[in-house]
């Protein structure tokens, strides 16, 4: 009897956790599960059994189902697991092959980036609203504006439309820019720059469903690349090699004139020195033929300094200290008469030395000339200052007065022979001062404000190529 008091409890509680199974099962949707089918018929054999034995014998199978469904439900289980850690090891290597691109990808950002930063033209891309969203660091520097106040903003906050010598907003608008201009920009510092500008829409479709099922915000980057090339440098160099062409044309035009007038300069010299002898009784006519043999010393001096400016020169190269150099200059000319006190000479230098293959003597003559000049612009008094610095492969010479300062209309001649505003000056000093500085393979440039001074600027290298 107690056994079948325990076969109807047990009975009883398996119905109830059958029944609370079903409710959950029922809850989650599974009505229709097979086994869930199985398990429901055992049951209810159970509940409508009408006699002990039934009941127990229903029981017995309906547990024998039980431990049946449980093995299989554990089997399942432990499957559902063995496909569970498979999935989870397929998840983790394919979050380590993600990890792995992403790397990857991190390096090529990084390469491109670094090529960007690095490349020597500067490199701006405006999207089709007008954000800025690449500016490299040559735009920067070509620019100079901070990229920081550029990045993500609009180009009008920092440009104006027409900066770039086209309306940037009509350009974004057609979709069409001049594909090549030139410009001329004032950058912050006050500098005026020769640009080059090159542009190119980016309107390609191609991988755009691709794009568009990665991330449908993106834009696919479409927009407008400028390119900017500072021309600058190249159009004074092409300037100063202009400047040189036309004084070697005017060199050797001025030697074929001055052969031609130093055979009848001679004749005249000695026709007039005969006439001066010959008028010794005569002292008013004589003086007039001193006169003509003065004129003759004159055009003949003329002539040689013609002659001597037409042949090269023979430098003799010595790898020297500029610096040593300089400050010997520097103290003859404190000593010199041509220095009065209200003239003072400043060298400026951060350099300890800086060597130089040079021809001492001759740019002893060079900057001695520069530094006369100087001297000439100040009459009543002023200071020279003299800076020394290395910039790459060159040795920089900087002469700053404060003198009258030369006529902008003058500054394309200053160089030229023959051209002077002095009225005892024959025009031949910054001329041979160019010379020797071409000699040694150097430029020379003079920048000037009328009432507030020049500075003339040498580039020597600093070794022979």
């Known amino acids: 009897m107690k056994r079948w008091v325990h076969y109807f409890i047990v009975g009883d509680n398996f119905q109830r956790i059958l029944l609370k199974k079903k409710n959950v099962v029922s809850n989650l949707g599974y009505m229709t599960d097979p086994t869930f089918s199985r398990l429901q018929r055992a049951a209810e054999n159970v509940a409508s059994s009408s006699t002990a034995e039934e009941k127990i014998a229903a029981l017995v199978d309906a547990f024998q189902l039980f431990n049946t469904e449980t093995q299989n439900l554990a089997n399942a289980y432990e499957a559902l697991r063995e496909q569970f850690k498979a999935v989870n090891l397929e998840l983790e290597e394919s979050n380590r092959q993600l990890k792995l691109k992403i790397s990857e990808l991190d390096v090529i950002t990084y390469y491109l980036d670094s090529i960007l930063s690095n490349i020597s033209q500067g490199i701006i891309f405006i999207d089709l609203i007008g954000n800025i969203t690449t500016y490299n660091a040559s735009a920067e520097r070509i620019l100079e504006v901070d990229r920081l106040d550029v990045l993500f903003q609009p ?4 440009f104006s439309d027409d900066h770039f010598g086209f309306s940037m907003q009509r ?3 057609n979709k069409r820019a001049p594909h090549t201009t030139f410009t001329q920009i004032k950058v912050p510092s006050g500098q005026i720059r020769d640009l080059e500008i090159d542009t190119t829409f980016v309107l390609q479709k191609h991988n755009e469903t691709m794009i568009t099922r990665v991330s449908p915000t993106i834009d696919f980057m479409k927009g407008l690349i400028v390119i900017l090339r500072d021309m600058t440098d190249l159009r004074r160099l092409q300037a100063i090699a202009d400047r040189n062409d036309r004084m070697k044309e005017l060199g050797e035009m001025a030697a074929m004139v001055a052969h031609e007038i130093r055979n009848p300069l001679g004749g005249i010299k000695g026709f007039a020195s005969l006439l001066q002898r010959d008028l010794s009784d005569r002292p008013d006519q004589q003086k007039l033929a001193g006169y003509i043999v003065e004129g003759t010393d004159i055009l ?29 200059l520097v103290k003859h000319l404190e000593v010199d ?19 130089i293959p040079i021809d001492e003597v001759q740019i002893k003559s060079a900057l001695l000339n520069i530094i006369v000049n100087a001297i000439q612009a100040m009459p009543n008094g002023g200071k020279i200052t003299i800076m020394i610095s290395k910039e790459r492969r060159l040795g920089i010479i900087s002469i700053e007065d404060n003198g009258i300062g030369i006529p902008s209309e003058n500054l394309e001649r200053i160089f030229a022979p023959f051209f002077t505003t002095k009225p005892e000056g024959n025009g031949f000093g910054l001329a041979e001062v160019h010379k020797i500085i071409q000699a040694h393979g150097g430029t020379i440039e003079v920048a000037s404000v009328e009432g507030k001074g020049s500075i003339f600027t040498i580039r020597l290298p600093l070794s022979v190529d």
Do not use: G
């Not at 180009?155 to 920092?158: E, R």
């Open 171 to 173: 350009a974004l608008k």
């Open 155 to 158: 180009f009008w906050n920092s």
């Open 300 to 328: 003949n001096n003329l002539v040689s300094n013609v002659l001597s400016f037409s042949r090269p020169i023979d430098i003799q190269l010595e790898l020297l200290d500029v610096i040593l150099v300089v400050k010997e």
């Open 337 to 355: 008469a041509i220095l009065t006190p209200m003239h003072q000479i400043d060298l400026k230098t951060e350099l300890e030395s800086l060597v």
